[in-house]
């Protein structure tokens, strides 16, 4: 039986690796649950999993959490803040820590459990896309595994197995294409944060739908992918393919092509950072391509899409340059949701952001310079909002 933790419980990855926990309960235990503010859930998260350390990051809501769960026949090590979410996150026998905590919040409390010699299923893609520099050296440091528990980056990873360390020559990462990708490019100017959240493939938190929309969620993939494989920025390439059935492929040095198939469900690739090696029976729909039909691909529109050329030109320029985007990003996109700003306004910003900061790089970032970075990112998000209708000199474009 695998001893786990989970970071951000009450989430979509958090919720989905719970379910799968409860029809394998003689694969799974539960060690350690960490959530943001949702203290009903929790509380019914701890009474059916009975695990030994939680957490939830809003400090005003500890007295609620521990009112809540006086009734109940035990009571687990209770934490808060951020603080707490790294005691949880480095805690006790468990062996792998799923980091289902969205944006750079999750940064921190997974490289707690690096340093622990936790294994990680990897769901926070900020992990690598800000903190590589950093986290890249503590996983060879601490010899543990980083498992993609994301259904593009499980599916290369799946696809890999067996294959020689020479023998992948390029990853092409597949894209729904979000809620717009049939909408003219010119009538995005007029869409609203309800059209925007109407994702065709999938049910997901409201910030990666947005990003699903703008394209920046299959961006930033890529500057994690090349992390994760260690391909250069050109071998990474995106395809838009709207029935989500092929999460990803791989292109060997032969120009042999394989693929992963299955039916848009996150659960498979969380289940396979559960149980890699291994592979678990479940009882799940098969995958059925005559019900399928047909399997369709297009080059994404990079007018539509701005937000893609944006993420390779920080990858490229590397350093602190992705957790300047990543973070420039997440602040744009909680506007657009606020609806202080409008949906075109995201890239505009980011771009702005990014230009600012593009002189000033730090090629070799530490873990304070990333942090540092990201914050100030945020400011200049709010900073540039005041310049929106203003025209823009772009530095990134010409990476």
């Known amino acids: 039986m695998k001893a786990i933790t989970i970071l951000g419980s009450t989430g979509s990855i958090g919720t989905q690796t719970l379910d ?104 926070n893609k900020e992990t690598l896309i800000a903190g590589g520099p950093v986290v890249l050296p503590l996983v060879k440091k601490h010899g543990i595994q980083i498992l993609p528990a994301d259904s593009e980056h499980s599916a290369i990873f799946q696809c890999l197995q067996g294959i020689p360390e020479k023998g992948l020559k390029k990853i092409l990462l597949t894209a729904s294409g979000g809620s717009f990708r049939d909408l003219p490019v010119d009538q995005l100017a007029s869409v609203t944060v309800a059209d925007a959240l109407k994702h065709p493939n999938w049910t997901m938190g409201q910030k990666i739908t947005i990003d699903s929309a703008t394209l920046m969620n299959k961006g930033l993939e890529v500057i994690e992918a090349h992390f994760l494989f260690g391909l250069d920025y050109e071998d990474i390439e995106i395809v838009i393919h709207p029935q989500s059935i092929i999460h990803s492929l791989i292109e060997l040095q032969d120009t042999s092509v394989i693929a992963q198939l299955g039916w848009p469900d996150m659960r498979l690739p969380i289940l396979y950072t559960l149980s890699y090696p291994e592979r678990v029976y479940t009882n799940w729909e098969r995958l059925d391509l005559v019900k399928v039909g047909s399997l369709t691909f297009r080059e994404p529109d990079h007018k539509k899409y701005p937000c893609m050329n944006l993420a390779y030109a920080a990858g490229r320029a590397g350093g602190a340059m992705p957790a300047i985007l990543n973070a420039a990003n997440e602040q744009a996109v909680a506007l657009f949701l606020q609806e202080q700003i409008r949906f075109l306004d995201i890239p505009r910003l980011i771009e702005t952001v990014c230009d600012r900061f593009s002189p000033r790089n730090i090629a070799q ?35």
Not at 59 to 76: C, H, R
Not at 367 to 389: F, H, K, M, P, Y
Request: net charge negative; hydrophobic share 45%; aromatic share 2%.
């Open 20 to 123: 799968i926990v409860k029809e394998n309960p003689d694969q799974f235990r539960v060690v350690g649950l960490a959530t943001g503010r949702n203290v009903e859930l929790l509380v019914e998260q701890i009474r059916l999993f009975r695990p030994e350390i939680v957490a939830i990051q809003d400090e005003s809501k500890l007295g609620e959490l521990k009112d809540a769960v006086a009734s109940l026949d035990y009571t687990p090590e209770l934490h808060s803040g951020q603080a707490g979410v790294i005691e949880v996150a480095k805690y006790g026998d468990a062996q792998t820590v799923i980091t289902g905590i969205v944006g750079c919040a999750g940064l921190l409390p997974t490289i707690a459990a690096i340093e622990a010699g936790k294994d990680i299923a990897l769901a």
């Open 365 to 399: 970032p530490t873990l304070e310079d990333i942090v540092e970075s990201d914050a100030l990112a945020r400011q200049e998000v709010l900073n540039a909002t005041e310049t929106l209708e203003k025209p823009m000199v772009s530095l990134m474009g010409k990476g």
